[in-house]
């Protein structure tokens, strides 16, 4: 119970850094089940044996550094270009022991490439950015693992590790094709999602830009209407003409604002 307590404290701890980023849409944190735990020691003892050799066995000294998913953290976000930005925020914050990308296999992995980060293609389609980080120093220090995805990978991979735990990770045939089918139809909402981003985008610069150059059009048309006055055979004409064309703006249109009044 108070090994449970200080994983949840801290595992809140870093999960409350992450919710700061505004690129992060929700944040989850777990302790992993002791049941699920001990399943786990159970199935990765074969891969350790073959790793260490047939005399490993897991214990109370050396299950930590080899389950390293005891505390974990899933920050989700909502479009694919976000993941960058959440990148380079998590390797600033933290020491970051390992990185891997999971991907399905004809995914694009250019951007991983470019970072070194190594990519696990995965058969079940499950795609996340794993992050291993250290939290803590010397012998309180501890391993937390950050899961970071999109949305529509959160909803995948929610319903497929569902199915697999129900069928003890061997599920039938069917099920597994239409968790394929699933996975495809998950990975293009994203695409869309991302190309629907860009074109709000797009747009608004396009809005903005338009917005600026109705906003100049309605100045010099104001400014037409001063000069048809011949404000500049003011006193101040002389002000006027020393400074920049868009102070000399701003100023008439300061006068005339305060002539309407």
Request: hydrophobic share 35%; net charge positive.
């Amino acid at each position: 119970k108070k090994s449970i307590d200080i994983y949840d404290a801290r595992l809140t701890y870093v999960a409350n850094v992450l919710r700061q980023h505004p690129k992060i849409h929700s944040v989850k944190t777990r302790v992993k089940d002791p049941k699920r735990l001990l399943q786990k020691l159970v199935r990765k003892t074969p891969n350790r044996r073959e790793k260490y050799g047939d005399n490993f066995n897991f214990n109370i000294q050396n299950y930590k550094d080899e389950i390293t998913d005891i505390m974990g953290i899933r920050a989700i976000h909502i479009f694919k270009d976000d993941w960058e930005e959440i990148h380079q925020f998590i390797t600033n914050k933290w020491d970051v022991i390992e990185t891997v990308a999971n991907i399905r296999e004809g995914d694009n992995v250019t951007t991983f490439e470019e970072k070194s980060i190594p990519v696990r293609s995965r058969v079940s389609g499950y795609r996340s950015v794993h992050y291993l980080i250290k939290y803590g120093s010397g012998y309180e220090s501890s391993t937390i693992e950050i899961q970071v995805r999109t949305i529509f990978e959160e909803g995948y991979g929610e319903i497929d590790h569902q199915l697999r735990y129900s069928h003890d990770y061997d599920i039938p045939d069917l099920l597994a094709q239409n968790l394929m089918l699933l996975n495809r139809i998950a990975g293009s909402s994203d695409e869309m999602a991302s190309l629907i981003n860009k074109l709000n985008k797009s747009f608004s610069e396009i809005e903005s830009k338009y917005n600026k150059k109705l906003k100049n059009k309605k100045v010099n048309k104001i400014i037409y209407f001063l000069k048809g006055y011949d404000i500049l055979n003011f006193a101040l004409k002389k002000q006027f003409l020393s400074v920049g064309k868009d102070a000399e703006r701003w100023i008439m249109v300061k006068f005339y604002l305060q002539e309407r009044k």
